[in-house]
């Protein structure tokens, strides 16, 4: 009797497993960004003032879209409308240290970012909502933690999928986040 419950218990099991539908690749695939840039790759640092070096400041996770052909700001992005930075869930940047956007302290932890972009500028907010999709819960007026206005400018390339990637700066680092033709520096001093 033993043997047989376990030959239709493994027979069930076998069917379920067969049976999983499993999702495509979606078309706005997940990455990170880091500051420092080597942070994810501090294991592999030959002493520990280098894995010292490259602690982890901040990280952002984020979707990418792709432009496929299509006309991004203005367009798809529309300006003066908030876009919730990249595609699907809202972007979500983590502060391992404490932080000064603009002229506010944002203490360690995790935040959403949020743009309302322009042609010439966009105005990026930092939420404390979190775990959102999109930007349609999203209420400027009660979860904004901090907002900074920096310009628009134009890259020098076409950006084919929506980027954040993290440039040294004097103070701390300049977050940038670039698409199509357009790109912006997010001053964060740490």
């Given amino acids: 009797m033993k043997n ?5 218990t493994l027979t069930v099991l076998m069917f379920t497993t067969e049976a999983q539908q ?3 690749l979606d078309a706005s695939p997940m990455d990170a960004a880091y500051y420092p840039p080597r942070a994810a790759f501090r294991t592999f640092a030959k002493t520990e003032e ?16 792709q432009k496929k052909g299509r006309e991004i700001f203005g367009e798809l992005v529309k300006y003066g ?13 983590l502060f391992f240290k404490n932080v000064t956007i ?7 932890g995790r935040y959403t970012i949020y743009a309302v972009p322009q042609e010439n500028e966009w105005e990026v907010h930092f939420s ?4 959102l999709w999109g930007h349609y819960a999203f209420k400027p007026e009660e979860s904004t933690l901090a907002k900074i206005t920096v310009p628009s400018q134009k890259t020098e390339e076409i950006v084919e999928a929506f980027t954040i990637l993290f440039e040294e700066s004097a103070e701390g680092t300049h977050m940038i986040m670039a698409w199509d033709d357009r790109m912006v520096r997010v001053p964060i001093l740490i």
């Fill in 102 to 108: 603009g002229s506010t302290k944002l203490d360690i």
């Fill in 128 to 131: 404390s909502d979190l775990d």
């Fill in 4 to 8: 047989l419950f376990t030959v239709a």
């Fill in 22 to 24: 499993f999702p495509e």
């Fill in 81 to 93: 409308e908030v876009w919730r930075v990249g595609a699907n869930e809202a972007t979500e940047v």
């Fill in 50 to 65: 280098a894995k010292t070096a490259d602690e982890p400041v901040i990280r952002v996770i984020y979707s990418r879209p």
